[in-house]
């Protein structure tokens, strides 16, 4: 399935989903810096009662109560979202990463990476994923 591409030539707009406040707050803050429009949810659930407008990259946490990351990623390419996914983890689990990249994912990144560095890999992530789908229009 062809990924989002950001719209009107801005950076992108991203969700991150964090049961960590401070982390997510972190997070955004980090992402508002890079040029990135972003909005912060502390559950799944929170994401996908919000889902209405969809963002270009959805940035998840692996654990998380109630519904994980990878339910989180199920559901969303069940409702058709074309979003990049971009996956954090307190534990870098090989099973894990494949099945995560296997669904679609781009990232699959340690937590313990600074919110800038998770900022810049996003940001990264988006231009790459627009770049690839500007080539496949043309060709």
């Known amino acids: 399935m062809p990924?989002?591409?950001?719209r009107g030539g801005r950076a992108g707009r991203v969700?991150?989903?964090d049961s960590d406040d401070r982390s997510r707050r972190s997070l955004l803050s980090a992402l508002e810096?890079?040029?990135?429009?972003?909005r912060g949810f502390s559950s799944a659930?929170?994401?996908l009662e919000n889902w209405r407008e969809a963002p270009d990259c959805v940035v998840t946490e692996v654990e998380l109560g109630g519904i994980d990351g990878l339910e989180?990623?199920?559901r969303l390419v069940e409702l058709g979202s074309r979003a990049t996914i971009v996956f954090l983890t307190r534990e870098a689990d090989v099973?894990?990463?494949v099945a995560a990249l296997r669904g679609?994912?781009?990232e699959f990144l340690e937590k313990?990476?600074?919110p800038e560095v998770v900022a810049r890999r996003v940001k990264k992530a988006l231009q790459s994923v627009s770049a690839d789908s500007a080539t496949a229009a043309r060709g």
């Open 3 to 6: 990924r989002r591409v950001p």
């Open 15 to 17: 969700w991150v989903v």
């Open 33 to 38: 810096a890079e040029g990135l429009e972003s």
């Open 45 to 47: 659930e929170d994401l």
């Open 72 to 74: 989180l990623q199920r």
């Open 95 to 97: 099973a894990t990463a």
């Open 104 to 106: 679609g994912a781009v």
């Open 112 to 114: 313990f990476l600074t």
